[in-house]
């Protein structure tokens, strides 16, 4: 798979200007190069090429950012382990402790401030979803 061009990137009326100032079409002639369901207009594709700029060049922090957040939630993931953990009720059956608590119970608070059963699940969902689940949720690949 080829790299995309390198970022900044800018855009003007009719193109959007890569780092090394190649510019890629917006519209030319007949051809629309950026345009939305509802078929080509002039104002929705400059603002769409001003999107697409702005994505485009936070892309790399924002997925930065989502693993400095991963990695910051993974003791909670662990806490959540082992508050949840797996007991067996019977022959072959297990079941997770703690599993009736409603979301807003408290597991463990400090002046004031609570830790629920509900933060805990979270954190766990959060870190169990896999790359493909994420890039649907954050845009990661």
Same mark, same amino acid.
């Given at each position: 798979?080829?790299?995309?061009? &390198?970022? %900044?990137?800018?855009? =003007?009326? #009719?193109?959007?200007? +890569?780092?090394? *100032?190649? &510019?890629? %079409?917006?519209?030319? =002639?007949? #051809?629309?190069?950026? +345009?939305?369901? *509802? ?103």
């Amino acid at each position: 798979m080829a790299e995309h061009t &390198p970022t %900044p990137w800018s855009a =003007g009326s #009719q193109w959007i200007f +890569t780092y090394s *100032g190649y &510019p890629l %079409p917006i519209a030319s =002639g007949y #051809q629309h190069y950026v +345009t939305s369901p *509802g078929g080509y207009q002039y104002d929705a594709a400059v603002a769409n090429a001003a999107f697409i700029v702005k994505a485009c060049n936070a892309h790399e922090a924002l997925l930065a950012e989502n693993e400095r957040l991963r990695l910051a939630l993974k003791p909670f993931v662990v806490l959540a382990n082992t508050v949840f953990e797996k007991y067996e009720t019977g022959p072959g059956e297990f079941k997770e402790a703690y599993s009736d608590k409603p979301d807003d119970h408290s597991v463990w608070g400090f002046n004031m401030v609570s830790m629920t059963y509900g933060h805990l699940r979270a954190a766990r969902k959060a870190l169990s979803l896999s790359s493909a689940e994420r890039a649907t949720v954050g845009g990661e690949k």
